[in-house]
């Protein structure tokens, strides 16, 4: 009799990411949810009450505090994410650009404070890009 069929699967799958030191994937889903929807500073200051599913929920810097998040677990979580969303080409390659640069400024001690500002403001230009057709060289 496994530990899922016996209901506790949900239970056992987040005590493993605990125990791991891993981020919950629907923590993740619920940070980038929060770049997606929320207002700049709202999303990155708000509190987070655990529910993933209501939009305002979301508060990254809380999600770093409360559940040791690190942006770079943030940043691989995001990067399937990313790929999954329906942008147009020139918005994914800017933001996926973008977060490659963010994750190389960590690995040389760059503030994780500041790069979390960058990686929100990444977020909010590709949505703004999605929205405009790509330029064309002439």
């Known amino acids: 009799d496994s530990v899922a069929s016996r209901g506790l699967g949900?239970?056992?799958?987040?005590?493993?990411?605990?125990?791991?030191?891993?981020?919950?994937?629907?923590?993740?889903?619920?940070?980038?949810q929060a770049m997606l929807e929320q207002e700049f500073t709202t999303a990155f200051q708000s509190t987070y009450?655990?529910?993933?599913?209501?939009?305002?929920?979301?508060?990254?810097?809380t999600l770093r505090?409360?559940?040791g998040l690190a942006l770079t677990d943030l940043l691989?979580?995001?990067?399937?994410?990313?790929?999954?969303?329906?942008?147009?080409?020139?918005?994914?390659?800017?933001?996926?650009?973008?977060?490659?640069?963010?994750?190389?400024?960590?690995?040389?001690?760059?503030?994780?404070?500041v790069q979390l500002s960058a990686l929100l403001a990444s977020v909010k230009a590709a949505v703004e890009l999605a929205h405009t057709p790509p330029s064309s060289s002439s």
Request: glycine residues 4%.
């Open 76 to 113: 691989t979580g995001m990067h399937a994410l990313v790929l999954s969303l329906e942008l147009p080409p020139h918005a994914r390659v800017f933001l996926l650009d973008h977060m490659a640069q963010i994750e190389y400024r960590l690995s040389t001690n760059a503030s994780e404070r």
């Open 10 to 32: 949900d239970v056992y799958k987040r005590q493993v990411y605990l125990c791991t030191g891993h981020p919950h994937p629907q923590d993740i889903e619920t940070a980038f």
């Open 65 to 67: 505090v409360e559940k």
């Open 49 to 61: 009450d655990g529910t993933a599913h209501s939009p305002t929920s979301a508060a990254i810097q």
